[in-house]
C-alpha cells in the first residue's frame, strides 16, 4: 500500500491552463504539505496543513491554492500556468510537530511541464 | 528562505569507502533530519536526531549534530552503488516546527 501517492506522475501543459495535483495519505496524519522542487534539486516548503487548516502559506503566487477536502487529502491547484512553474512538486504528510517536526513521508512526485 | 546547506555538492566514491556529508544551518532548531532522494523519485527518510543528542546510529548512517556549530554531518559507511542518490538535511525552526526546510543537497555517485 502506498503510503502517499499523488496523481498524476507527469502533467504536461500549455501555458494560461489550469491544473491540479491530487494528493492522498493513508498514514492517519494530521500534517500534510507542498514542495516546489526546482531543476536544481532545491526544495521550497509551499505549504502546511495541520488537519485541513493552514498553518503555513509561503511566498507562493495566489495563483496556487491548495484544498484540502479531509485531513487524508490535500490537493493543489494552480491557475493561469507560467514556464516557471515547472518544477516537480512534492506532498508529503507527517505526525502533528511535537518537539519538532516529524519524520515526513513523501509522495513519488509530479512532474510539471509548462510549455 | 532556506535553513540548511549541505556540503559538498556532489560527492563521487568508490564501493566500500566512506562518504561523509556536512549540512550547516542558520536558526536554533527542534531536530535535524537527513533524507535520500533516488534519481526520479520521492524523498525518503533516514534518520532524526533530536536537539540535545550529539550522535546518532542507524545501519551504515552515523549521523552528529554541534548545535553550538549549527552543523551536521552524515556517515556512510562501506558505500554500495546503491548508495546512489542525492542526500537532503532539513531543520525545522524552534517555535511551532511547523514545516521542514531543507538544504540544496549533496550528490553521492557510488561506482563499483
Known amino acids: 500500500d502506498t503510503a502517499v501517492s499523488q496523481t498524476p506522475k507527469y502533467l504536461v501543459t500549455q501555458m494560461g491552463n489550469d491544473k491540479s495535483i491530487k494528493c492522498e495519505q493513508n498514514?492517519?496524519?494530521?500534517?500534510m504539505y507542498w514542495y516546489k522542487q526546482d531543476s536544481k534539486k532545491f526544495l521550497k516548503i509551499m505549504f502546511s496543513y495541520n488537519n485541513k487548516e493552514l498553518i503555513i502559506n509561503e511566498t507562493v503566487p495566489n495563483r496556487f491554492s491548495p484544498k484540502s477536502p479531509d485531513k487524508a487529502h490535500l490537493n493543489l491547484h494552480i491557475n493561469s500556468l507560467e514556464l516557471g512553474d515547472s518544477a516537480v512538486y512534492f506532498c508529503a504528510s507527517s505526525r502533528v510537530p511535537v518537539q519538532g517536526v516529524a519524520e515526513a513521508f513523501f509522495g513519488q512526485g509530479t512532474r510539471l511541464t509548462v510549455v | 528562505s532556506q535553513q540548511g546547506e549541505e556540503d559538498p555538492q556532489a560527492l563521487s566514491i568508490q564501493e566500500g569507502e566512506n562518504a561523509t556529508m556536512n549540512c550547516s544551518y542558520k536558526?536554533?532548531?527542534?531536530?535535524l533530519q537527513w533524507y535520500r532522494q533516488n534519481s526520479g523519485r520521492g524523498l525518503v527518510h533516514l534518520i532524526l536526531?533530536?536537539?540535545?543528542?550529539r550522535e546518532k546510529h542507524s545501519g551504515r548512517l552515523r549521523v552528529t549534530l554541534d548545535t553550538s556549530k549549527k552543523s551536521s554531518s552524515l556517515l556512510i559507511t562501506a558505500s554500495r552503488a546503491a548508495d546512489t542518490a542525492s542526500y537532503f538535511c532539513?531543520?525545522?525552526?524552534?517555535?511551532?516546527?511547523?514545516?521542514?526546510?531543507f538544504g540544496k543537497g549533496t550528490t553521492l555517485s557510488v561506482s563499483s
Open positions: 498514514l492517519g496524519h494530521d500534517t
Open positions: 536526531i533530536r536537539s540535545n543528542e
Open positions: 536558526t536554533s532548531i527542534n531536530n
Open positions: 532539513a531543520t525545522d525552526f524552534n517555535q511551532a516546527g511547523t514545516a521542514l526546510i
